[in-house]
């Protein structure tokens, strides 16, 4: 056996693979901390306070919040380009928020309200911004991966240098329509990044019970698809991880996979009490891991800015989302004849 050594992380490697490269982690500079901080803050205020509104009865139907995977969609909004699309499933208010889209729009939608994205008919699973290059939002497992490698195709036939982002879970990596993507996109070299956020839990099981083959980062291996594991609760990781991913894909060297290991601190939804898992277990994560308390002890540490600092931005933040919340609730609902608009027969 390969004997065993630290490394300087002060992770053990054996010999036999102390060659091989680690994982990347990008040096951010203040300005780029400072957006990081600020981003993930927006995304979990925002989501914060869509749970309060769906308790609250303002909300109806499905809601699912992206609290504790902030650091994913932001890394990847952080190593795009202009132009890149962003599809995604029905965790989708935080891919809004990083693809600039407006939290009183998005939170119109949640409402059901006329000033939402989707004219307030689309509810949080299904809201779109062709200006903004977000191809949604969509509530079928598994529906965004091929809607995403059409996305690709479009790029590679217009010839315009862009990359499809197709954003699934754990759970929708087992789906056959996942795997009818990956050969397409290998088969054709198309420019798609398939972005695995592994969360753990596929809707309430834990992806150990029910995936043969938990090394998700691997799942494209036999299109000849490559493949990365990342620490998804550190965004200068995801955003390492996906500059890499992007070039390979816009070099024209077809598709690529990155599995972002994440977590997500509520339920699958609202209505998920989560009793599948331990409050130790989320709390662990909490304090160990979460994405946006990092970012702020760097912040800290470097001397980039003081505790008065961060507070002002968590004040601005909350105003913000404070008045998405308040438009959200006095814009109108849709007028009855909308039940007939943006049909297609």
Same mark, same amino acid.
């Given at each position: 056996?390969? *004997?065993? /050594?630290? #490394? #300087?992380?002060?992770?053990? /490697?054996?010999?036999?693979? *102390? ?24 995304? !979990? ?42 599809? &995604? #499933?029905?965790?989708? $208010? ?31 699973? $299904? ?21 995403? &490698? ?38 054709? @070299? ?26 998700? #980062?691997? /799942? ?8 990365? @594991? ?9 955003? *390492? ?20 290991? &994440? ?15 331990? @409050?130790?277990?989320?709390? @662990? ?32 933040? /909350?105003? !913000?989302? *404070? ?23």
């Amino acid at each position: 056996m390969a *004997a065993a /050594r630290k #490394s #300087s992380s002060g992770t053990s /490697r054996t010999r036999s693979s *102390a060659k091989k490269a680690g994982p990347v982690i990008a040096k951010f500079d203040k300005d780029q901390e400072l957006h990081a901080y600020s981003e993930m803050l927006l995304i !979990r205020r925002f989501e914060e306070k869509a749970g309060q509104l769906y308790g609250m009865g303002l909300i109806g139907g499905f809601c699912h919040l992206y609290i504790g995977q902030e650091a994913v969609v932001v890394g990847l909004q952080m190593a795009k380009i202009d132009g890149d699309q962003m599809v &995604t #499933s029905y965790r989708d $208010h935080g891919h809004m928020l990083a693809m600039d889209l407006d939290p009183k729009r998005v939170m119109a939608e949640l409402t059901g309200r006329r000033g939402g994205l989707s004219k307030g008919k689309g509810g949080s699973m $299904h809201m779109f911004s062709k200006e903004k290059h977000f191809y949604g939002g969509h509530g079928i497992v598994g529906a965004q991966v091929p809607i995403g &490698t059409g996305l690709a195709f479009a790029n590679q036939y217009r010839g315009n240098g862009n990359v499809a982002m197709a954003f699934f879970g754990d759970g929708a990596s087992n789906q056959g329509q996942v795997y009818e993507s990956f050969n397409m996109a290998e088969l054709w @070299k198309l420019p798609v990044l398939y972005v695995i956020e592994n969360n753990k839990y596929g809707m309430g099981t834990s992806i150990d019970r029910a995936s043969a083959v938990t090394d998700l #980062s691997q /799942r494209g291996a036999s299109f000849g698809i490559p493949g990365e @594991k990342v620490d998804g609760m550190d965004v200068r990781a995801v955003m *390492a991880a996906s500059e890499k991913a992007l070039k390979w894909c816009r070099d024209g060297k077809g598709p690529y996979i990155l599995e972002m290991v &994440t977590y997500r601190y509520r339920g699958h939804s609202m209505s998920d009490p989560a009793k599948y898992r331990s @409050k130790d277990e989320v709390q @662990k994560m909490r304090s160990e891991h979460d994405p946006i308390e990092q970012v702020r002890q760097r912040l800290l540490d470097n001397g980039w800015a003081s505790e008065e600092d961060l507070k002002a931005i968590d004040k601005k933040v /909350r105003a !913000r989302v *404070a008045e998405a919340a308040e438009f959200a609730q006095a814009d109108p609902e849709p007028d009855v004849s909308e039940l007939y608009t943006d049909i297609l027969l």
